[in-house]
């Protein structure tokens, strides 16, 4: 049996993803408040794996995720792509109009800005997590309340669905990262002959074209960029992280890569290899 660290309550979108990504397993997911407390949580027992939002195609990248990836110890040993499609829920009986305040998580409630600019009576209220704001509706009987979540998070809590599809643009979809102590990365952890991806962290000195520099060598190795995102160093005004996700078709020219940029980067961490998701989940 796995053990999956999630964030968030069962029906939330990491609990939809930690089951179609170990379909094929036993699992139970282990529910967390916040992703600091994951992290935590995955810093306590090494037998555990996590699932951990990364980026979405409408409300950007979770640049705390970023940071707690790389200060923690664990490696990426997959990703998961899934379409992320919201609902507004309320206790059975009550109409748009009944409604006074909205309740989600901060992602969610992003991927609907534009529904909800539409309906300017509701107060938006950031919420631990989707499906938790459901549950805490039905629970605490919250009339007045509604809750941006998934489909199955409403029925599952017994809610009733108002609108569906209330995310500004259908084409959203989050990835995530599955994540694992070195060791147990290294033992379930995807064969040489998949990895066709990796996530780097590096810092840069101060100079001209640094980064360029960089990005002509991983061009030259046949190293493809799928993503690139800065983050601010705490402590160092206007200097930066760089979160590199690369794609590649040979393990080796990109080991070559990372060998070539060494002496011009600096703090590299390498964050995981791992196999490409190939599919996006709808
Ligand atoms: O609240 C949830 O249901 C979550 O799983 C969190 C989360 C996120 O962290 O981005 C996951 C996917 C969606 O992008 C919206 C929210």
Redesign the pocket.
């Known amino acids: 049996m796995k053990k999956i660290t ?3 309550v069962a ?7 930690a089951h179609l990504y170990f379909s094929e397993d036993d699992i139970q997911t282990i529910e967390c408040e916040t ?1 600091p407390a994951m992290f935590e949580t995955l810093a306590t027992d090494a037998s555990l794996l996590g699932i ?2 990364i980026e ?1 195609t409408i ?1 950007g990248s ?1 640049l705390q ?1 970023h940071e707690l990836l790389r200060q923690s110890n664990l490696r990426i040993i997959g990703e998961l792509k ?1 379409r ?1 499609s ?1 609902v507004l829920a309320a206790l059975p009986g009550q109409s748009i109009d009944d409604l006074s305040e909205v309740n ?5 409630l992003m ?1 609907c800005e534009q529904f909800l600019r539409r309906h300017p009576n509701l107060k938006i209220v950031e ?7 459901a549950k805490e509706i039905a629970t605490d009987n919250l009339e007045g309340h509604a809750a941006v ?2 489909e199955y ?1 409403a029925s599952l809590y017994g809610l009733n669905i108002l609108e569906k599809g209330i995310e500004t643009n259908k084409r ?1 979809f ?1 990835r ?1 990262l599955i994540i694992a102590d070195p060791l147990l990365a290294s033992e379930i952890g995807p064969a040489e002959r998949d990895i066709d991806k990796a996530s780097i962290v590096f810092t840069l000195p101060h100079t001209h074209g640094a980064l360029s520099k960089v990005l002509t060598i991983l061009s030259f190795y046949d190293i493809n960029l799928s993503k690139i995102q800065s983050t601010p160093i705490v402590g160092r005004e206007w200097e930066y992280r760089f979160y590199v996700d690369v794609t590649f078709d040979s393990l080796v020219r990109y080991h070559q890569a990372i060998e070539a940029v060494r002496p011009l980067i600096k703090d590299l961490k390498i964050l995981g290899e791992y196999a490409e998701a190939k599919i996006t989940h709808a």
Request: charged share 10%.
């Open positions: 999630i964030q968030g029906g939330c979108y990491h609990d939809a993803a992703f951990v939002a979405n409300a979770l995720n899934l992320i919201h989600s998580h901060p992602m969610a991927q919420r631990l997590d989707t499906a938790g704001s979540c998934g998070a959203n989050t995530f």
